[in-house]
């Protein structure tokens, strides 16, 4: 937040390049907003939100968090503190890079009201490229700050779904709602059961004896450029073959199971087959998951994260070799219930669920191997499940002050 903050006062105090006439403006404390948005990991539930199914994700204590003042005009000055960037855009610009994610929010939001002019500073702790969400962060900070500088408020559920299309139609990535829903409506101390089809949602409270650990492999990935979007191509074509098959009316992956597929099974490529057998697996683990959590039963959403790992590696082949060391190697830690990768895979980072009592022990063991078993430039921390997007009340220190 003060990354952020410091960041806009210097660019406002370095004038305005689409006034060439203006001088530099002070830093005055009046009318400053700032939104803070959580990365996310995901326990169980891997691939399944484009498929309408069951994720139960949780957010990090790791945030983007967004400055800004409002503009008389009706154009962004978005200053990136962490690339040390700046990007200038009018209303109509389509740019590219981590200016594309502030244009495409502020497209989606336009649509349904006005969207005032502004200069926004960015400051991240989330890392970029390690499966944590990064980008859906940053569209929730963003969406939330643009709507309170523009005297605007859509429920928080609502922001989720612009910041989503945002996504999906600015960006290109054919995503599920897993990311954006996880940095919106996520709680503290909880995990969030979210059901992709209806859009329901239920906080699952974790409990003190629960630490988290996230280990990036510091293998980048960049889902425009993965194979992510072959898998949600992979699954629409298994549920058209299932579809004729069955001569049902099926209307996403969700409505498939493990008897409807053992009675198609045949009908299907063995490549679709390993791909939707995952996606109905994982939707029985999450159920699994979210009910041992609740249950305060950690072996038993260890048991279940183990298995979604070994399902995404080998039925829908989302995995690599780090990842595969990195939950190998947690799994084998005392003290660790369960690991496995989160987010989108081909890189990026893994999860693992440990015991609160020998967190500490447990990331020295893990941190102390990884470069070796996982490689160089791999990274452990641990994190506490945290609350999602918000306005930070400079009055009340930071509260949640979005509804929810
Ligand atoms: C990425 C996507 F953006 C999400 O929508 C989700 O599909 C996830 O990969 C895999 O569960 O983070």
């Known amino acids: 937040v003060e990354r ?32 803070v948005a959580p990365g996310r990991v995901n326990l169980v539930g891997g691939h399944t939100d484009y498929n309408d199914g069951l994720c139960l994700p949780m957010a990090v204590d790791r945030h983007v968090a967004v400055a800004a003042r409002p503009r008389d005009d009706d154009r962004l000055r978005v200053r990136a503190a962490d690339f040390d960037e700046t990007a200038e855009l009018a209303p109509a610009d389509d740019p590219d890079g981590w200016a594309a994610y502030v244009a495409a929010v502020a497209r989606v939001l336009r649509e349904d009201g006005p969207v005032g002019g502004a200069d926004l500073a960015i400051a991240s702790d989330v890392p970029t490229g390690a499966g944590l969400s990064s980008s859906a962060a940053l569209e929730l900070a963003v969406g939330r700050v643009l709507l309170a500088v523009s005297g605007r408020d859509l429920p928080t559920a ?40 209806t859009h329901e949602f239920e906080s699952v409270p974790v409990g003190d004896d629960v630490g988290v650990l996230v280990i990036d492999t510091g293998v980048s990935h960049e889902l425009t450029e993965s194979g992510y979007n072959d898998r949600v191509r992979e699954c629409a074509a298994a549920l058209d073959r299932l579809r004729e098959r069955a001569g049902r009316d099926l209307d996403s992956l969700r409505d498939v199971d493990r008897d409807l597929l053992d009675a198609h099974a045949d009908a299907l490529e063995p490549i679709h087959r390993r791909r939707v057998r995952h996606v109905v697996t994982e939707n029985e683990r999450v159920r699994r998951a979210r009910d041992a959590l609740a249950a305060g039963d950690l072996d038993r959403v260890g048991d279940a994260m183990l298995a979604a790992h070994e399902s995404l590696r080998d039925d829908y082949e989302v995995s690599c070799p780090e990842l595969d060391a990195a939950v190998e190697l947690a799994a084998e830690t005392p003290g660790v219930y369960g690991a496995r990768m989160t987010g989108g895979g081909f890189g990026g980072s893994a999860v693992a669920l440990v015991d609160d009592d020998a ?13 070796e078993r996982v490689g160089p430039d791999a990274h452990v921390f641990a994190c506490r499940p945290s609350g999602g997007v918000r306005l930070v009340d400079e009055e009340r220190g930071d509260e949640p002050t979005a509804p929810r």
């Open 359 to 371: 967190l500490d022990r447990a990331a020295r063991a893990i941190r102390d191997a990884a470069p």
């Open 158 to 197: 609502d922001l989720a779904l612009a910041c989503w299309r945002a996504e999906v139609e600015g960006v290109g990535v054919e995503c599920g709602i897993l990311d954006q829903f996880s940095a919106a409506l996520c709680e503290a101390d909880s995990a969030l059961f979210l059901d992709c089809r």
């Open 4 to 35: 952020a903050k410091t960041a806009l006062a210097a660019l406002r105090a370095g004038g305005d390049a689409f006034d060439s006439t203006s001088t530099p403006e002070p830093t005055e404390p009046a009318n400053l907003t700032v939104a």
